[in-house]
């Protein structure tokens, strides 16, 4: 299966000070997806600007025609399934029909207490998580929702006409643990990791590979316990996040042979971060376009 690169465009940019000019500018490189974080702000761009991701992605998709737009990822640290069903039937409408959501439990960075909770521990974001994904899938796809849970809850939402994408627009489930591959199995079009993050400071590429690879037959049981053949299910790797960092971006042939090892793994999308000077991912980006105009044709 041929492999496709895909951008993430960080919403750190005013919309008419450049913002505009990056998503337009990833439809003409040719990329399959450009996709943003979904969080209130993170990490070390916490003091400066960032614009919320929804509103980001439905300026995008009028500034572009063909580029599919998503999130990667939402979590539930300060969304509801309610609301957002009716956003991204919104935005899928906006669009027609190029959103892909990317969805994973959270963590425990700024968006977990921004809204003035405890953090949350990881079996509470997995329960949420558990609960979250079956009612957003409900709400995409049925013209009135009554559902009660522990932790979401609808009473006769209504979602009328529905997604242009049909039966609903995509998941792209971001998963590492059980609970978590087993709904993406079970609810999604794709999955998504980041590799392991304990090796991310000490670990070596190969071990990553290793690791990666252990994720992907997991994935595979999951999938098997269902009745479900893994080998539909689109496999994205957000790059930055291996022990590689960036690496890859360095030049065309190092990324040529970052991207074909994951290839082999059955990676069917590959999303790199667009450049920002100063930063985690900072990279040259004459090299960036490089690797987006002419990685694809020599993977295969």
């Given amino acids: 299966m041929s492999l496709r690169l895909s951008a993430v465009i960080l919403p750190v940019d005013r919309w008419h000070e450049g913002g505009r000019g990056k998503w337009q500018r990833a439809e003409e490189l040719g990329f399959h997806a450009a996709y943003t974080y979904d969080h209130l702000s993170w990490r070390s761009f916490r003091d400066g600007p960032w614009f919320g991701a929804l509103p980001t992605l439905t300026a995008a998709a009028t500034a572009t025609r063909r580029l599919r737009l998503g999130t990667l990822v939402t979590s539930p640290n300060f969304r509801h399934p309610v609301t957002l069903a009716k956003e991204l039937i919104s935005l899928d409408d906006i669009s027609g029909g190029r959103v892909t959501l990317g969805i994973g439990a959270g963590g425990n960075g700024f968006d977990a207490t921004a809204l003035g909770q405890e953090a949350w521990t990881p079996k509470e974001r997995a329960d949420r998580l558990g609960e979250f994904l079956p009612l957003l899938d409900e709400l995409l796809t049925e013209p009135a929702v009554t559902r009660r849970g522990t932790y979401y809850s609808a009473d006769e939402a209504r979602n009328l006409p529905g997604c242009v994408?049909?039966?609903?627009?995509?998941?792209?489930?971001?998963?590492?643990?059980?609970?978590?591959?087993?709904?993406?199995?079970?609810?999604?079009?794709?999955?998504?990791?980041?590799?392991?993050?304990?090796?991310?400071?000490?670990?070596?590429?190969?071990?990553?590979?290793?690791?990666?690879?252990?994720?992907?037959e997991r994935l595979g049981k999951a999938c098997a316990g269902i009745g479900r053949d893994a080998a539909g299910l689109e496999k994205i790797l957000l790059t930055g996040f291996t022990p590689d960092r960036g690496r890859p971006l360095e030049s065309l042939g190092a990324f040529v042979d970052f991207a074909g090892r994951h290839q082999e793994l059955g990676f069917t999308e590959i999303v790199l971060h667009w450049p920002i000077p100063d930063s985690d991912f900072a990279a040259d980006e004459t090299v960036f376009e490089e690797i987006a105009t002419e990685a694809a044709a020599q993977l295969g």
């Fill in 165 to 216: 994408q049909r039966p609903r627009l995509p998941f792209a489930v971001a998963a590492t643990g059980p609970r978590g591959l087993d709904l993406a199995a079970r609810y999604g079009q794709a999955w998504v990791t980041t590799g392991d993050p304990k090796l991310f400071e000490e670990g070596t590429p190969e071990e990553s590979v290793a690791a990666i690879r252990g994720q992907v």
